[in-house]
């Protein structure tokens, strides 16, 4: 399987949890325990040691401190793609990075044309993100009746707009900042450049760095979460050895291999065999990358722990009939739906459109615009990150918040079923 195989494999199980966790989150709020569950999520819990503690309710530990590592995860797959994958080629990249920049610009200025001042105006940037793992779910859905090109396009461009999405939150969905604990955040990252520039490439000491920034942003104003991001750009995407250096290294340590059989002797008594078999396993782990090493670990603790608890957390919304049809003719709902459906679709096809005809960019083979604006319109599917970034404008606003949420949902699935038929419709008809 190749790493991009591996790649669409990993996102759709991620996918599938995410809405299983979804649907439990919407059953729980919407019976008999939604009281139970809406204290269960602030219960308060924290750390003390000594003089020192950390307390916080279960929503803020899922939030600012489980989803870390999915920013972590986010951080180095923008990282995987900008040296090896689709972002790594300046003419190739130029097509999705550009859609996405499109894709967000737009979004952002139908909701401020809806909601262009008060409190609702902070909500401006949640209809710009595109949930990754639910936009490849619904291409892995369709299957071979859509050109493959389409999923490396989506793969990129969503790729992209998490990296706009994580610049945004850390610009402009900030408190005061703590210029102290600005200042220990800092040292942590120059720490982490420091592991990576000087050859460090075990695990441990960039995790350890790690919780340190997090905790220094905790504190700082900038969301915590943007730890993960910075920690996952220091992670070294070469590895200790060269190809060559590491295949004589894998011969010499066969030769002593051969050379260390006993015929009396079962391998589990023969020493010298034992410790090349260790040395083996240690010249392995050193020989692949850290980054690659790193996202083979965490992603799957990420899809099946992390993004679930998140939608357990976070998608439990009230849904009956009063509050959708309250939350509907609310400015902030019609701008987050505006913005998903028409403002992503729109946004990524016309900055695709003007790259291509001023020559900055080209078209992966079989694909055509209208798949493009078919992209465009699965890119739409905002719900993780734009859950998220809801909770930032709208935390403290909870009627607001519950009206962002529904928005969210209800445009993430309008845009999951027009982008799925519209992209079924033109690949038969091409």
């Given at each position: 399987m190749s790493p991009f195989e591996e790649f669409i494999e990993r996102e759709t199980t991620s996918g599938l949890v995410l809405i299983a966790g979804t649907i439990v989150a919407l059953l729980l709020a919407n019976s008999v325990f939604r009281d139970a569950y809406e204290t269960f999520m602030h219960t308060r819990m924290g750390i003390t040691v000594g003089a020192w503690s950390l307390h916080m309710d279960l929503l803020h530990w899922i939030n600012e401190g489980l989803m870390v590592f999915f920013f972590f995860v986010?951080?180095?797959?923008?990282?995987?793609?900008?040296?090896?994958?689709?972002?790594?080629?300046?003419?190739?990249?130029?097509l999705p990075v550009l859609a996405a920049a499109g894709g967000m610009i737009f979004p952002a200025l139908l909701y401020h044309v809806i909601n262009p001042g008060g409190v609702n105006a902070a909500g401006w940037g949640i209809p710009m993100a595109t949930d990754i793992a639910f936009a490849i779910s619904a291409l892995v859905i369709m299957g071979k009746r859509i050109p493959q090109g389409i999923m490396v396009f989506l793969v990129a461009l969503a790729i992209a707009d998490d990296l706009g999405a994580v610049l945004v939150i850390a610009l402009f969905y900030t408190r005061q900042f703590d210029y102290w604990a600005l200042a220990w955040a800092t040292g942590f990252l120059v720490l982490l450049l420091t592991f990576n520039l000087?050859?460090?490439?075990?695990?441990?000491?960039?995790?350890?760095?790690?919780?340190?920034?997090?905790?220094?942003l905790l504190s700082s104003g900038i969301h915590a979460t943007i730890a993960g991001v910075l920690a996952a750009l220091c992670i070294p995407a070469r590895s200790r050895y060269l190809p060559d250096a590491f295949g004589e290294r894998l011969s010499e340590l066969s030769r002593n291999f051969v050379q260390s059989t006993r015929s009396e002797q079962c391998l589990l008594r023969n020493v010298e065999q034992n410790a090349v078999l260790r040395t083996v396993d240690y010249e392995l782990n050193?020989?692949?990358?850290?980054?690659?090493?790193?996202?083979?670990?965490?992603?799957?603790?990420?899809?099946l722990l992390v993004i679930p608890l998140f939608a357990l957390a976070n998608a439990g919304i009230a849904l009956d009939a009063g509050a959708i049809s309250d939350a509907w003719r609310h400015p902030v709902a019609r701008g987050i739906v505006a913005g998903l459906v028409l403002g992503k679709a729109t946004g990524i096809t016309l900055f695709s459109w003007f790259a291509l005809r001023l020559g900055l960019a080209r078209l992966p083979e079989g694909l055509s615009l209208r798949h493009v604006f078919g992209a465009g319109l699965l890119g739409g599917i905002?719900?993780?990150?734009?859950?998220?970034?809801?909770?930032?404008?709208?935390?403290?606003?909870?009627?607001?918040?519950?009206?962002?949420?529904?928005?969210?949902?209800?445009?993430?699935?309008a845009s999951a079923v027009l982008g799925m038929s519209w992209l079924l419709l033109v690949s038969r008809r091409g």
């Amino acid at each position: 399987m190749s790493p991009f195989e591996e790649f669409i494999e990993r996102e759709t199980t991620s996918g599938l949890v995410l809405i299983a966790g979804t649907i439990v989150a919407l059953l729980l709020a919407n019976s008999v325990f939604r009281d139970a569950y809406e204290t269960f999520m602030h219960t308060r819990m924290g750390i003390t040691v000594g003089a020192w503690s950390l307390h916080m309710d279960l929503l803020h530990w899922i939030n600012e401190g489980l989803m870390v590592f999915f920013f972590f995860v986010v951080g180095l797959e923008i990282k995987r793609e900008i040296v090896v994958g689709e972002l790594s080629d300046i003419r190739g990249a130029a097509l999705p990075v550009l859609a996405a920049a499109g894709g967000m610009i737009f979004p952002a200025l139908l909701y401020h044309v809806i909601n262009p001042g008060g409190v609702n105006a902070a909500g401006w940037g949640i209809p710009m993100a595109t949930d990754i793992a639910f936009a490849i779910s619904a291409l892995v859905i369709m299957g071979k009746r859509i050109p493959q090109g389409i999923m490396v396009f989506l793969v990129a461009l969503a790729i992209a707009d998490d990296l706009g999405a994580v610049l945004v939150i850390a610009l402009f969905y900030t408190r005061q900042f703590d210029y102290w604990a600005l200042a220990w955040a800092t040292g942590f990252l120059v720490l982490l450049l420091t592991f990576n520039l000087s050859g460090v490439r075990r695990n441990t000491p960039y995790l350890v760095a790690g919780v340190g920034l997090w905790l220094a942003l905790l504190s700082s104003g900038i969301h915590a979460t943007i730890a993960g991001v910075l920690a996952a750009l220091c992670i070294p995407a070469r590895s200790r050895y060269l190809p060559d250096a590491f295949g004589e290294r894998l011969s010499e340590l066969s030769r002593n291999f051969v050379q260390s059989t006993r015929s009396e002797q079962c391998l589990l008594r023969n020493v010298e065999q034992n410790a090349v078999l260790r040395t083996v396993d240690y010249e392995l782990n050193l020989a692949q990358p850290p980054l690659q090493r790193m996202l083979d670990a965490f992603h799957l603790p990420v899809a099946l722990l992390v993004i679930p608890l998140f939608a357990l957390a976070n998608a439990g919304i009230a849904l009956d009939a009063g509050a959708i049809s309250d939350a509907w003719r609310h400015p902030v709902a019609r701008g987050i739906v505006a913005g998903l459906v028409l403002g992503k679709a729109t946004g990524i096809t016309l900055f695709s459109w003007f790259a291509l005809r001023l020559g900055l960019a080209r078209l992966p083979e079989g694909l055509s615009l209208r798949h493009v604006f078919g992209a465009g319109l699965l890119g739409g599917i905002g719900f993780t990150m734009s859950i998220f970034i809801a909770e930032l404008c709208f935390g403290e606003v909870p009627h607001l918040l519950n009206v962002a949420k529904t928005a969210v949902i209800f445009g993430s699935l309008a845009s999951a079923v027009l982008g799925m038929s519209w992209l079924l419709l033109v690949s038969r008809r091409g």
